[in-house]
C-alpha cells in the first residue's frame, strides 16, 4: 500500500535531544543531594542544639541539687549530726526533663557490690593537715616515705623528717620548685608532693564513684591499670579531707566549759542542770583528779563513772580545748574501716567492730562518743578520744546529672560548712572529666522512675 503524501515524517531523538535529558537528571540528582545535605546539616544543628539544652539542663540540676542540699542542711532536726539518709532523695532526683544523683559510699559496707547514694561526711576521713606522721602511715598503700613527705610540705620549716623531702630535695626535680611549708589547701594538692604517683594517688577508682566497674578489674586491658583481684584499691585521695572542722560551742551556740581550764563554776552549773543527783558525784571525782591533764572529754567519761546516757547529756557543752574550731576530728560514726584503723587506740584490732557495732545502734544511741567504750576498754579509749567527734559540720555532696532522655552531663563536688548562721559552699570542684559514674540504666532512666519521695 502506498503511504499516504499528507502523512507528517516521524520524529527522531537526536544527540542533542538526549544530552538536555541526561542534564535534567543529573540536575535533579544535584538538587536532591544538596536537599539532602542541607536537611542533614539542618538534623545535626537540631541535634547539637539539643545536645546544648541537655547539657544546661545538667548544669542546672547541679544548681538545683546545690540549693536543695542547703535547703536539708540548714533544716535539720539535730545541727551537728549528718541527715539521715532515709529523709531525702538522692538518686535519680527529678528536675523538669532533667535528674540529679548524689554519688555515695556505704561506709558500713568493705566492697560494696552496687552503687550508693547519699551525702558524704568530710569528717570521715583523715585531714591532712592534723593527722599525725603515724595515723598517715596507716592508711591502705600508704608508704613510709610518702607519709614523711606529707608531713614535711605541710609543716612551717625545713626540718627534715626521716624518709621525708624538704626543698633540697624538690629543687632537684624538673621542674624544680619549692616545698610548700604551708598546709594543704586541697587534697589533690598530693600530687605535687615529693614522691607522690597517680596512679596510687587515686588508685583503680578512675572515676571515684566508689565501685568496682569492669574496666577497673580487667588487668591493663583498658585504663586505668589494675591487679585484677576483684577488690577495688580507692586510692590514697579517697581516705584525706582538708575541710573537716566543727565549732568548739555547745547546743546553744555558747563556748563549751573546758575542763582543764579554771571555769569549775560553768562546770558545776551544767552538770547539775543536766545531771540533777549525780552532778555531785562527778564533781567529786573530779576534784579527785585535780591538776590531772585530759586529753579528750571521752577520757572524762571513763573517769567518772557515768552511763553512757548520763554522759550523753553532758558531752555537748564539754571541751578540752580553748580553739574556736577544732580542726580534724574523726566521726566514728560515718568513717569507713579504713580511716578507724588509723586512729590510735583502735587499729586493725577494733576498727571492724566498731562498724559492726554501730550498725546496730539508734540514731541516738549515737549522738554521744561514750558508745565506744563498748568495744574500747579504757586504755585503748584513752588513745583514741583526743582523734574522735560524733558531729560533723561539713557536708559533701558529688552531684552527677543529666539533662533529657538522659543526654548532656555535669558532674560537681560540693563541700558545705554548716557551722554558721546559713549553709555556705566553702570548695567547688568539676568532676565532668572523670567521666558517667553510674551504668547506663541509670543515665537513661524514664520519667516514670524520677519520682521525688
Not at 539532602?36 to 547539657?55: I, K, P, Q
Not at 585503748?380 to 558531729?391: C, H, S
Request: with cysteine.
Amino acid at each position: 500500500m502506498t503511504a499516504r503524501a499528507d502523512t507528517p515524517p516521524r520524529r527522531r531523538v537526536d544527540g542533542e535531544q538526549g544530552f538536555a535529558l541526561f542534564f535534567i537528571i543529573g540536575l535533579c540528582l544535584g538538587l536532591v543531594t544538596v536537599v539532602l545535605l542541607y536537611a542533614n546539616g539542618t538534623a545535626l544543628a537540631y541535634r547539637a542544639s539539643g545536645n546544648a539544652v541537655a547539657a544546661a539542663q545538667a548544669r542546672e540540676a547541679v544548681e538545683g541539687a546545690r540549693r536543695y542540699v542547703a535547703y536539708l542542711l540548714t533544716n535539720l532536726e539535730e545541727p551537728g549530726y549528718m541527715p539521715d539518709i532515709e529523709a531525702y532523695a538522692a538518686e535519680g532526683v527529678p528536675l523538669d526533663e532533667a535528674a540529679f544523683w548524689f554519688v555515695g559510699r556505704d561506709a558500713n559496707e568493705e566492697e560494696p557490690s552496687d552503687y550508693y547514694f547519699s551525702l558524704m561526711d568530710e569528717g570521715a576521713k583523715l585531714n591532712l593537715n592534723t593527722a599525725t606522721l603515724e595515723m598517715i602511715e596507716a592508711v591502705p598503700y600508704m608508704t613510709t616515705e610518702f607519709a614523711a613527705a606529707i608531713v614535711d610540705w605541710r609543716d612551717a620549716d625545713e626540718d627534715l623528717t626521716s624518709g621525708g623531702a624538704e626543698t633540697a630535695n624538690y629543687l632537684l626535680l624538673d621542674p624544680p620548685y619549692q616545698c610548700k611549708n604551708a598546709p594543704f589547701e586541697t587534697v589533690e594538692e598530693l600530687r605535687l608532693v615529693y614522691g607522690a604517683e597517680w596512679a596510687e594517688l587515686i588508685g583503680e577508682d578512675l572515676n571515684f564513684n566508689h565501685v568496682l566497674d569492669p574496666n577497673e578489674d580487667d588487668g591493663d586491658a583498658l585504663p586505668p591499670d589494675d591487679n585484677q583481684d576483684g577488690i577495688l584499691d580507692r586510692g590514697l585521695m579517697a581516705y584525706f579531707t582538708v575541710y573537716s572542722a566543727e565549732p568548739n560551742t555547745d547546743e546553744e551556740g555558747e563556748t563549751r566549759v573546758n575542763i582543764n581550764g579554771n571555769e569549775t563554776d560553768r562546770l558545776e552549773q551544767v552538770l547539775r542542770e543536766r545531771l540533777s543527783d549525780r552532778a555531785s558525784s562527778v564533781m567529786q571525782a573530779l576534784q579527785g583528779s585535780q591538776g590531772r591533764d585530759y586529753q579528750s572529754v571521752l577520757e572524762l567519761f571513763y573517769a567518772t563513772g557515768l552511763s553512757v546516757e548520763e554522759f550523753a547529756e553532758i558531752e555537748p557543752y564539754l571541751t578540752v580545748s580553748e580553739d574556736e574550731r577544732i580542726r580534724g576530728l574523726v566521726n566514728v560514726n560515718t568513717a569507713p574501716e579504713e580511716v578507724l584503723v588509723c586512729i590510735p587506740g583502735i587499729g586493725i584490732d577494733h576498727a571492724a567492730d566498731l562498724v559492726a557495732a554501730r550498725t546496730q545502734k539508734t540514731a541516738q544511741e549515737l549522738r554521744s562518743v561514750a558508745w565506744v567504750s563498748e568495744v574500747l576498754d579504757q586504755t585503748a579509749g584513752q588513745l583514741a578520744g583526743p582523734y574522735l567527734t560524733t558531729r560533723t559540720y561539713r557536708v559533701s555532696a558529688d552531684i552527677a546529672a543529666v539533662g533529657r532522655n538522659g543526654r548532656g552531663f555535669a558532674r560537681t563536688r560540693l563541700v558545705f560548712d554548716t557551722s554558721g548562721d546559713e549553709v555556705v559552699v566553702v570548695a567547688r570542684q568539676d568532676l565532668s572529666r572523670n567521666g558517667w559514674p553510674l551504668d547506663e540504666e541509670a543515665r537513661t532512666m524514664t520519667s516514670e522512675k524520677r519520682t521525688l519521695r
